[in-house]
């Protein structure tokens, strides 16, 4: 398996403008989580769903930020309108709830730079 | 919800020396601590984990011990390497982590100097 896609790995954007994050979770895991990591605040948990359905927001900022996931193998996280301090790496991480180790797998991260 | 606090921000060690990082959890229902390496642009790996109803688990080099009473949970690193150099997160969660997520602690940077 390819692991974890995150797409776009760098994305640099003005305020004000919208940005839309991809995540393609492994095949067959059923969880997905997005996190944020910043030098102050660490990685923070966003967002998780189990089975395509959105559990829990309540580490969402705010409601420029929302999070989407149409089927088991794609999932989207945006930011509109765009702000200097969302500026970050966004992670996403997928799992598979039955797991007996609970190990969450990392994309790479998207780098998102707000001007 | 959950609280971790880790320990210390940042640990320089000789090579050879071994590093310890402690963190502790606030929720008493959390039964699942993983500690996850993440070196310099990349990733968060899982390193090693243990559950509530194991007191230490070793791996190679490196250990983890939890105290429930105390909500503490420490890694140990024994014999570092250069390769040993990294940021280091514990985490904790209460159902495994692979149903609800991980709430993290804000890490350790390892330095290991020659």
């Known amino acids: 398996d390819a692991g974890v896609i995150q797409s776009p790995r760098h994305e640099v954007t003005e305020m004000g403008q919208e940005v839309t994050l991809r995540c393609k979770p492994i095949?067959?895991?059923?969880?997905l989580f997005w996190y944020r990591q910043t030098m102050m605040r660490g990685l923070e948990l966003l967002i998780y769903f189990n089975n395509n359905v959105p559990i829990d927001d309540s580490g969402m900022p705010e409601d420029r930020f929302s999070a989407k996931m149409p089927n088991a193998s794609f999932s989207t996280l945006k930011i509109q309108p765009s702000e200097p301090r969302d500026s970050a790496v966004y992670f996403c991480?997928?799992?598979?709830?039955?797991?007996?180790?609970?190990?969450?797998?990392f994309g790479e991260g998207s780098r998102l730079t707000v001007l | 919800g959950e609280n971790v606090e880790q320990h210390p921000s940042t640990l320089s060690v000789q090579e050879g020396d071994s590093a310890v990082i402690k963190c502790t959890y606030s929720?008493?229902?959390?039964?699942?601590f993983p500690w996850y390496k993440q070196e310099l642009g990349k990733r968060p790996q899982l390193i090693i984990d243990i559950r509530s109803n194991v007191g230490e688990k070793k791996d190679q080099r490196i250990a983890v011990t939890l105290n429930k009473t105390a909500k503490h949970f420490s890694l140990h690193i024994t014999e570092t390497q250069p390769e040993d150099s990294a940021v280091y997160f514990c985490a904790a969660s209460y159902s495994g982590g692979g149903a609800d997520g991980l709430t993290f602690g804000k890490g350790t940077h390892l330095i290991i100097q020659p």
């Open positions: 929720d008493s229902a959390s039964n699942y």
């Open positions: 991480a997928s799992s598979s709830s039955g797991s007996l180790t609970g190990e969450l797998f």
């Open positions: 095949s067959g895991h059923n969880s």
